[in-house]
């Protein structure tokens, strides 16, 4: 999932419950396309990788990333800014007040994300 910000998504994509979270957020970075200015791209743990931190700056992306604690080699992060990564957070707290989208009952993905866009519509409508 990406986010501008707790009430507005920007895209996402879905991934197997046993794949990792990485490949897929460097597939949506790439589907997002290159930024028009320098923007923070507040990201999880889970996409600390060099390989999706190399793409997001390549994108015109600044990452605000911590790395990992067994890092050999950890880097400097905006850490006030990085606080800010809580409104994503907060959108996916409201995503999951609807128990279909908190459980996926769904068993195809495409009826899932159609569930889930209405989740989200329904909460910018409210």
Sequence with gaps: MA???DKTPVGFLLSGGE???APKGRELLEKMGHA???VPLLM???YEGAAT?????SLGYIPVVPPKKNRREPWEYDKELYKK???VERFFRRCKRFRRVCTRYDKLD?????????????DLLH
């Design 85 to 87: 990564r809580n409104e």
């Design 3 to 5: 986010a501008a910000d």
């Design 19 to 21: 794949a990792g979270d």
């Design 53 to 57: 931190r190399r793409l997001a700056e």
């Design 36 to 38: 028009g200015a320098p």
């Design 110 to 122: 495409c009826m899932f994300a159609l569930y889930f866009l209405v989740a989200v519509i329904y």
């Design 44 to 46: 999880d743990r889970a």
